[in-house]
């Protein structure tokens, strides 16, 4: 008889499956700094270069690939994904935030939130449209990267175009047809006048749009209009 027994150790960031102290852990995206646990900010990027200060400090440790042990401690130096000696600068003005250089993020910074400080603010329910000034959508167009297709920059545009992710349909259980092939898959930047600009997804199967402020959701097909290439 085999047991599996799956194990959240939320201390650590990861879950693992163990097996005679050895384990397959998937880690959460995490960088310790001065004794402080920071988390990826998943819904978004950095909205523009100058807001990264000094460097603060440097990847010492990447535990992905090199810690099997469930029984691991983080460390400070200690990052899930990014490689030893990978600098880490502040936010201007924002000491609950950090940036790490990273290529294939829009605007080339991975950021990251002090769990310990603040909680997680980035979800659709806490971006505040009435402040959005910009909005660009990136196709996703591997193994070149994020190509943008589309930027809206007059008010009435970027009015437009949030009105319709307002007015999406909630539909947990659709399932998009890849019968000839997988989904587009789109990436919305909306700009703010914070640091973090608000990042979520898009797909397109074919012949519905949808995306996920929290459960899938169908967009009006009027969105293609905002969508240059389509």
Known sequence: MFAFVFILLLLTGCRSTPFDGQ????????????????????SGVLADKHYVGEKIGTVKFKVADN???????????????????TGIFEIKDHPHLIAVKNTDSINGYSVYFSRDDIEYQWHFKDMPIEKVKLIEIYQANPPEGNKM?????????????????????ENPSFQPNT???????????FYTEDPIAYKYNMQFDGDTYFWHPWDTSILDEDIKMFISGD
């Not at 810690?67 to 000696?85: L, S």
């Not at 019968?179 to 930047?189: G, L, N, S, V």
């Open 149 to 169: 297709i589309s930027e809206l920059t007059k008010n009435e545009e970027v009015k437009s175009f949030l009105q319709l992710l307002v007015n999406s349909e």
């Open 23 to 42: 384990s397959i852990i998937e880690w959460v995206d995490f960088i310790v700094l001065d004794g402080k646990e920071y988390n990826g900010i998943h």
């Open 67 to 85: 810690v099997t042990n469930h029984r691991y401690k983080i460390r400070n130096g200690d990052a899930a994904f990014h490689e030893k000696g």
């Open 179 to 189: 019968e000839k092939a997988d989904p587009i898959f789109y990436e919305m930047i």
